[in-house]
């Protein structure tokens, strides 16, 4: 049997400005869009140019508070090739950068950015 990943999804509290962020500050686009008004939500599914895996953005019609991402979630990464103008742009958007960082002994290569719900994205040089 042979199992390929498909997508991982995420609650957001506002979708325009969640898909603002994955659009403007990660490039993913939107591959499609289903409304469910009589269940109250909408599911927005975004992927990169390959269209190899998907972020499912899941978004409930008014949500009372912001979810709780928990302690056993950690994050989700991505890579890009110029690692320190993608945190330059990423910082001039106004999101929330770590520093550089590096794994012990290793130089750095990857920071994190959180999307608008406080998602850690893992952003890591290519």
């Known amino acids: ?15 325009e400005k969640s898909l603002k962020f994955y659009k403007e500050a990660l490039g993913l686009v939107e591959t499609s869009r289903k409304d469910f008004p009589e269940h109250k939500f909408t599911l927005v599914y ?41 945190r330059q742009k990423h910082m001039d958007m106004g999101y929330e950068v770590t520093e550089l960082k590096g794994l012990p002994g290793e130089p750095p290569k990857y920071y994190f950015v959180k999307d608008p719900d406080g998602y850690a994205v893992e952003v890591i040089r290519a």
Do not use: W
């Open 1 to 15: 049997m042979n199992y390929k990943m498909l997508h991982t999804c995420i609650r957001v509290m506002d979708l």
């Open 46 to 86: 975004l992927s990169d140019k390959t269209g190899q895996y998907e972020l499912e953005l899941t978004y409930n019609y008014n949500p009372e508070k912001p979810y709780e991402i928990g302690n056993g979630f950690s994050h989700i990464a991505v890579s890009v090739d110029d690692l320190e103008a993608s």
